[in-house]
């Protein structure tokens, strides 16, 4: 059953999606800057949801055991670095914490947005648009483009791992080719030469 119509319908809710590494923060750092539009991010719910003390954290805690908190932390929060590391490694745990997590997310996204039902633009932030299957609450769905070698030395470069371990990350999401058929715009972030820049311009 489509959670659309608890949505209102008179704004463009653009969807911002691409694989990992592949250059959407750089997008979404411009957008902030070019419009004043309000920005809902998926990985920053994620991390509120798994904080101390939230139903989310206890229920991480009590699957994971002891060993997922953070030994540096006051708080005893997650150590995400391993939890992350953890569900790219296991896929049965990958698949728990998606089902745990990917619902509260599309729902606190619902209620942002409703929220700024005033904007005529927003902007939601969804690494795994397609994979949590969150394309019924956007009008319209941006893919960042990059070829499969800059993400994996991107992505090398910014998280200090082995090629080996960044083409395995890459192997557990869904190809560019797979998500072009259900995207309205393609955005070029191949080169670090920011030819995406006029597209955004002319759209937004």
Request: aromatic share 8%; with cysteine.
């Amino acid at each position: 059953m489509s959670i659309q119509p608890k949505l209102k319908n008179k704004q463009r809710r653009i969807g911002l999606t691409g694989g990992i590494a592949s250059g959407k923060s750089t997008i979404t750092n411009y957008i902030k800057k070019y419009r004043n539009i309000p920005i809902l991010d998926a990985d920053q719910y994620s991390k509120e949801l798994i904080k101390p003390k939230s139903n989310c954290y206890e229920q991480v805690l009590a699957y994971f055991g002891p060993q997922i908190v953070d030994e540096y932390s006051s708080e005893n929060a997650i150590n995400r670095a391993l939890l992350k590391e953890i569900i790219f490694e296991n896929s049965i745990h990958r698949t728990w914490i998606q089902n745990l997590l990917h619902p509260l997310i599309k729902e606190k996204m619902i209620q942002e947005c409703n929220l700024y039902n005033n904007n005529e633009i927003i902007l939601l932030v969804i690494p795994l648009l397609f994979e949590a299957k969150f394309e019924d609450i956007c009008t319209e769905i941006w893919l960042v483009k990059c070829t499969e070698l800059e993400q994996i030395q991107r992505l090398v470069r910014r998280d200090k791992i082995s090629e080996e371990e960044a083409r395995k990350i890459l192997k557990l999401q869904l190809t560019f080719e797979a998500k072009t058929e259900f995207s309205d715009v393609i955005l070029d972030n191949s080169d670090d030469r920011n030819r995406w820049i006029d597209k955004v311009k002319d759209l937004i």
